[in-house]
């Protein structure tokens, strides 16, 4: 009986058992990867309907993040600002900018822009600004120096790990709430503080957990309810 | 070695708690409830008339699906959206609280509406009106799903052929045409409106624009149900109170300010025997009233006025006639102790009516008030307005005679509730134009020619006056009208030629008027509105436009005109006396109201308060009357798919798959008769406590719902998704004559049966001493007497008060204990607080509101009748409700032969006492949930609370298996993506009551929608809508918690420097179910906080844990109940002696052997 299949088909064989083996491996691992907090958007950078520089608003205008970010210490969301928060100032400056038409558009027509959201905690988990603004958690612990960006990426994972880390030692990372010298800027707003010299931040934690009463919950019910 | 739990065994003898007659029958089927945490069926798909392999056909086809484009791989894009101008005090992601008015029958209920971001999630009372604490009744907590039902009525429909076919129109093409609609009427002749009687000042303003306009226009008023005596009882001031067939705490108007002051009334527990009030009641049908009576008498309501006249000679008041004396014997002791104690208690007592009594009955008992000097010191004159308004009897008179040639009918549903000798949907089609102004198209809408949509009272501006204490309430809209209805004041408007109002215009002018303050006033008027508005009421006097009815003129008007004595006769106080086979039957308020709130969900599946129905009404009768009729209750031998079923609506078809179910759930049918032969079939319920020969129906339930529309028609679902299927109407037997009850009716038994969802056999707790109460004296003898009960009686009583004393068999975490504990030399996390709770029995009455509020605040789903029947259904607090009798048989008399009923064949049956016990989560320092997670989803948090992670549940129930309490719920479906309605789908023969995947999801090719849009408007967003296969259950509300605790933290850093306090105010917030609780039965607190109102509960000496000896140290524990029976009635020997007899019939020994031996098992 002739043979019905060439010699090379014997390798085929094992070379195709190899491939599937491989393929399945690398399946199992992209799954698996993807059910790891480690899959997150850290660099997730779209491209927003009008180029904000938050450069140029906060380092060079020294813009402070509350005049946009309005509630972000009375509620549990900060908000984005309304057209109407552009407008006060570009009314004036750079009203004629073609950067700047869509934020016109919605002034004279009322249509909302519709920026892209960039940081996106699941619905069933209760994230509030303003606990965290309000004990000292800065807003570049979460978000990372956003006064230096030009399109705002994400800078950390976000993950539920990665929240735990601060509510487990949160002396690693609290500043104090109010400046050490009167009319500068609090340092939870401030995104380029630095630790005073002559104290780490490990001491200046400890103290500040101690003095805030700083107690962040550790359990599923502080977020998810 | 296993560790197994033995409770203690229940007593053999003694009194006896149950639940259910199914239970006291002890058929197999109650039996299997018991052993099964799920009933039968509730863990399995088959019932749903899915088979595994339709159910993997459609697997597959969603997996294919889902495999065309790979869409589930790529994150998807979200944005942001910002308003373009900021609106005023909008803060995205906090609520914006505003005051407004819930428009009432008699008065309306003031309300704060919580809301965000623009849509309203929830309805609170308004603590700052005068008069009004910040609960609601259940009704007050559901008309927010009313707000976002997605039935309601959304264009405006013409006929085509009248009742059969209609075509939609736009509002603008109805206003174009308007005016040459009301250039027709010239003077009014030949025009009507048929209104609902309403308190607004600006209604009755608009009311009187109409008829100047229109002179000869009839103004005619129609409630189907009429309210109480014209009196509001401050009950905090009672000593004694007696009810004549009166459900003043179930269903009347006046129930949250009844509430409140008869639970102070009951609070009152001082060491003399006399500050705490005594309630005497004599009523036909077991109400809730009737569960909290020290003394209950069981009546027919035809013989309440015999009742009535016995009492008033006894209090000296005359009723001018002889009448016969109600009974003898022991009747009569009751009536002449009952009266006695009301003398004695003069300026103190108060005898309280039904309004389904004759007026005349009324009259005398209004006259036997004045003579206990009621008027003036227990009740005050109820603003009732007295409008010159044509009946539905004379207005049927005239259409009958051709007079009226357009009725305009405002509100209401006339051709639903009219009293049935009219034939008002006849009537109504003889009428060449009706217009018809109204929230759903319904009944009515189908006999008109033109329907007008609706607007919610949450969607229009409008103003009312407060139940009872006659404050003028501002009725403030909380969003723009979400169906395109209108109001019935911009209807009257246009009627009566006024410009239309884009805002509060109309209300702003009444107010002008009532207040004094000019509009042109400027700053004034600005500052009056606003303050108005801000609060909710006028805080300052009013003119009313409406001349007020007194009491003075309600007393006398039994035809003696100079305010003498009253000539009654004995035909006006009682009914014809019953022949041998003749019934009475009693027409009743629902939870449902009188039919208007029958959309809801909320209150379709809310339990009865006594006989633990959802979704229908039912014929109720007692177990004697039963067995008279030869009715018996279902057995394991009744072979239920054999009887025939003729309906063919998909809801009144048994299930015929899961045999014990079906058993437990099929219930016989009967038809009844009336004496001018109008009759209805319906199931029957046996319900003890029921006065023999007298049978009773709720009204409002047996909506049709006309399919009006082309669109209508096409689709399979009815218009009215809730509404339509759900029990039977009973205003078919209805008449005017004899509008609260009628005699005379026969009664047929049939040989079908009937589907009910009863929840009462669920949960079962095999009578451990759950509930437990004390006789006023004995707690005054022992006030630590509830503790002692049971197996309690051997633990020792430590200073901890009870229930943390006990052993358990984990290791206990101590949490938030500040005595020192291993591991934690200083105490654990003193600082953070300890949630409790106490629920105090002796004055929660079983109102459900409780229920309701859980249910809008924690976004529980409605599941529908079947999954009711099936167990599934998902309140997180319940009330349980536990019968108890005098006289129980002896144990062998359960294992003798029934009697024909299917029930022991004994007296006891028929007059029990009834408790209320509200039972959620307990929050179990040792939650025996807790070990049995595989994926720690539920665990106990550092301030004590049981929490669950929804997101991290995977469902597999052994937490739902191992509570003690049968506190979970658990996600059968996607109850919150999918309709509520049971109809067959044309696919494969399911029903689309059963979620089919994503095929069936909101834009699936089956098209038959999930969750409405309007629907998730509703949803609190601080809590998560948890999808199908998540176990969820009580949490203390977390998200309140939560939001208190950062709002703290909030206002701490007031400084800047966060130097302010972080410990939240001692009882700074409440939670859902303490909020509205009337009686103020339900407190919440910190236990770690020695000032709050919980921690000073748990001193009480009544204070007991549920199940405490299980070692599972329950945060949530109760108040036990006290009764307060007056020595000289007869029978007062029994009264409130439940957990006592139990006590003594169960040697002392029994629980020492008992509790050792179960320690044994415990630790070996």
Request: hydrophobic share 35%.
């Amino acid at each position: 009986m002739a043979n019905i299949f060439p010699p090379g088909t014997n390798q085929t064989v094992i070379k195709a058992g190899i491939f599937l083996n491989v393929v399945g491996v690398l399946v199992v691992l992209a799954v698996w990867y993807y059910f790891t907090p480690k899959y997150s958007r850290v660099g997730y950078e779209p491209t927003q309907p009008v180029y904000f520089q938050h450069d140029i608003h906060v380092n060079q205008l020294g813009l402070d993040c509350r005049y946009c970010h309005s509630y972000v210490e009375v509620s549990g969301h900060s908000n984005f600002p309304a057209t109407q928060t552009c407008m006060n100032c570009h009314r004036q400056v750079q009203k004629d900018n073609p950067k700047l038409q869509p934020i016109r558009d919605s002034w004279a027509t009322g249509t909302p822009v519709a920026w892209v959201k960039i940081h996106n905690v699941p619905d069933y988990a209760y994230f509030n600004h303003s606990a965290h603004v309000n004990r000292g958690v800065s807003c570049v612990s979460c978000h990372g120096n956003v006064d230096n960006m030009n399109t705002v990426y994400q800078a950390e994972s976000q993950s539920m790990g990665w929240c735990l880390n601060c509510h487990r030692n949160p002396q690693n990372f609290v500043r104090p709430l109010a400046a050490t010298t009167p009319g500068e800027k609090s340092p939870v707003f401030d995104l380029e503080w630095k630790v005073p010299d002559g104290t780490t931040q490990g001491q200046l934690g400890l103290q500040l957990v101690k003095d805030l009463k700083i107690n962040p919950p550790k359990d599923c019910g502080g977020c998810h309810r | 070695m296993k560790r197994e739990f033995h409770h203690p065994p229940e007593p053999k003898s003694g009194r006896k708690y149950w639940r259910s007659v199914e239970e006291l029958a002890n058929t197999p089927g109650f039996q299997e409830q018991l052993k099964r945490e799920f009933p039968q069926g509730a863990a399995e798909l088959d019932g749903d008339e899915v088979t595994r392999r339709g159910f993997m056909k459609f697997m597959g086809a969603s997996l294919a699906l889902a495999g065309i484009g790979l869409t589930g791989c790529r994150r998807p894009l979200l944005h942001m959206v910002p308003f373009s101008k900021g609106v005023e005090w909008e803060i995205p992601g906090n609520a914006l609280h505003y005051a407004t008015a819930m428009p009432r029958r008699a008065g309306a209920l003031p309300l704060v509406a919580t809301c965000y971001n623009g849509r309203p999630t929830k309805l609170e009372g308004n603590p700052i009106v005068p008069g009004f604490t910040g609960s609601t009744d259940h009704l007050g907590q559901a008309a927010i799903l009313d707000l976002y039902d997605p039935d309601r009525s959304k264009v405006i429909l013409t006929a085509n052929e009248r009742g059969n076919d209609y075509a939609e129109q736009s509002w603008d093409d109805f206003w174009k045409g308007f005016p040459a609609l009301t250039d027709g009427f010239a003077n009014g002749a030949g025009v009507a409106i048929l209104a609902e009687p309403s308190l607004s000042p600006t209604r009755e303003r608009l009311r009187g624009e109409v008829q100047k306009k229109f002179p000869q226009l009839v103004w005619a008023e129609y409630e189907p149900w009429v309210a109480d005596m014209p009196v509001t009882v401050d009950l905090s001031k009672a000593d004694v109170i007696l009810s004549l067939d009166s459900d003043f705490l179930g269903a009347s108007e006046g129930t949250v300010q009844n509430i409140a002051g008869f639970a102070a009334g009951r609070r009152r527990l001082g060491k003399t025997q006399e500050t705490m009030s005594r309630l005497y009641v004599v009523e036909s049908r077991l109400t809730i009233t009737g569960g909290l009576a020290d003394h209950r008498l069981r009546m027919a309501s035809s013989n309440i006025g015999n009742v009535a006249t016995t009492l008033a000679a006894k209090l000296g008041v005359s009723a001018g006639g002889s009448f016969a004396a109600p009974a003898s014997g022991d009747t009569d002791t009751w009536l002449t102790e009952c009266a006695r104690d009301l003398q004695n208690a003069k300026g103190r007592a108060y005898v309280f009516c039904g309004s389904q009594q004759p007026t005349e009955v009324q009259h005398l008992v209004a006259q036997m008030n004045d003579a206990l000097g009621a008027r003036g010191t227990v009740s005050q004159v109820r603003f009732v307005p007295k409008v010159a308004a044509t009946s539905i009897t004379d207005l049927a008179a005239q259409i009958t005679a051709g007079s009226i040639k357009t009725l305009i009918v405002l509100g209401g549903n006339p051709a639903f509730n009219a009293p049935a000798e009219l034939n008002f949907t006849d009537l109504l089609k003889k009428v060449p134009t009706v217009i018809r102004h109204g929230l759903y198209v319904d009944e009515t809408s189908a006999t008109s020619t033109t329907h007008l949509p609706g607007a919610h009272f949450l969607e229009y501006w409008g103003d009312n006056i407060s139940y009872g204490t006659t404050s003028y309430l501002c009725q403030q809209p909380m969003i723009l009208p979400l169906y395109n209805g209108i109001s019935e004041l911009d209807l009257l408007a246009a009627l009566a030629g006024l410009p239309k109002a884009k805002g509060p215009e109309f209300v702003q002018a009444t107010f002008t008027a009532l207040a004094g303050i000019a509009a042109s006033a400027g700053q004034a008027f600005d500052d009056a509105w606003r303050q108005f508005v801000h609060d909710g009421y006028y805080n300052g006097g009013v003119s009313l436009p409406m001349a007020a009815t007194d009491l003075q003129s309600f007393t006398q008007q039994a035809g003696d005109a100079s305010g003498g004595a009253l000539t009654l006769t004995s035909q006006q106080v009682a009914g014809k006396p019953l022949g041998d086979d003749e019934y009475e039957l009693v027409f009743t308020l629902g939870l449902i109201d009188d039919g208007r709130y029958a959309n809801n969900g909320w209150l379709q599946e809310l339990p009865d308060p006594v006989s633990r129905l959802t979704w229908d009404n039912v014929l109720t009768m007692s177990p004697k009357t039963a067995e008279k009729l030869g009715i018996k209750i279902s057995t394991s031998n009744d072979n239920f798919s054999d009887l025939p079923n003729t309906d063919v609506n998909p809801r009144k078809t048994p299930i015929g798959i899961i045999p014990h179910v079906d058993m437990m759930t099929a219930f016989p049918m009967v038809e009844i008769t009336t004496p001018d032969n109008r009759s209805m079939q319906l199931p029957v319920l046996i319900a003890p406590g029921q006065a023999d020969s007298t049978l009773s129906i709720a009204l409002g339930w047996g909506r049709t719902a006309p399919r009006l529309t082309k669109a209508d028609r096409d689709v399979v679902t009815p218009t009215l998704r809730v509404a339509e299927g759900a029990g039977f109407n009973a205003y078919q037997l209805r008449t005017s004559t004899t509008p609260g009850f009628v005699g005379g009716v026969k009664v047929k038994k049939l040989d079908t049966t009937y589907p009910l969802a009863i929840t009462q056999m669920h949960n079962s707790m095999e009578g451990r001493g759950l509930v437990r109460e004390v006789p006023l004296d004995l707690y005054h003898q022992d006030p630590a007497f509830v503790q002692k009960i049971g197996i309690d009686k051997d633990v020792p009583q430590g200073d901890l008060k009870g229930y943390q004393n006990y052993e358990s068999a984990y290791d206990p975490p101590a949490l938030n204990s500040k005595k020192p504990q291993p591991g934690y030399p200083d105490g654990y996390q003193t600082d953070r607080p300890a949630w409790g709770m106490v629920i105090d029995l002796n004055t929660c009455v079983g109102c459900n509101s409780c229920v309701i509020a859980c249910q809008a605040e924690n976004n529980i789903p409605v599941v529908g009748k079947f999954q009711v029947i099936r167990g599934r259904e998902m309140h997180w607090i319940r009330i349980d409700r536990y019968f108890a009798s005098d006289n129980p048989p002896q144990p062998d008399a359960l294992d003798t032969p029934l009697g024909t009923s299917g029930l022991p064949n004994s007296d006891y049956l028929d007059d029990p006492q009834m408790l209320f016990q509200p039972m959620a989560c307990q929050q179990c320092e040792n939650a025996p949930c807790e070990p049995v997670c595989p994926v720690n989803a539920t665990v106990t948090n550092e301030e004590g609370l049981n929490v669950m992670a929804y997101n991290r549940c995977i469902g597999t129930r052994y937490c739902a298996n191992n509570c003690p309490y049968k506190a979970r719920r658990f996600n059968f479906f996607n109850y919150n993506d999918r309709p509520i309605t049971n109809v067959k789908l044309p696919v494969l023969g399911v029903t689309n009551e059963l979620f089919l995947g994503p095929l069936a999801g909101r834009d699936g090719p089956l098209t038959y929608k999930g969750s409405p849009e309007s629907l998730m408007l509703q949803k609190n967003p601080n809590v998560t809508v948890r999808i199908r296969g998540v176990m969820e259950k009580c949490t203390y509300c977390i998200q309140r918690i939560e939001e208190a605790k950062i709002d703290q933290l909030r206002k701490s850093n007031n400084d800047g420097a966060g130097s302010g306090n972080i410990t939240l105010a001692t009882d700074s917030f409440k939670v859902a179910c303490q909020q509205v609780c009337p009686a103020e039965a339900i407190v919440f607190g910190n236990l770690n906080d020695d000032n709050a109102k919980v921690s000073l509960l748990k001193q009480d000496e009544r204070n007991y844990g549920v199940l405490a000896y299980l070692g599972v140290r329950p945060r949530t524990s109760y108040l036990g109940r006290v009764r307060n029976p007056n020595p000289a009635m007869p029978g007062a020997a029994n009264v409130g002696h439940t957990s006592v007899i139990e006590e003594d019939d169960a040697p002392k020994a029994d629980h020492a052997d008992a509790k050792k031996v179960n320690l044994e098992k415990l630790t070996t």
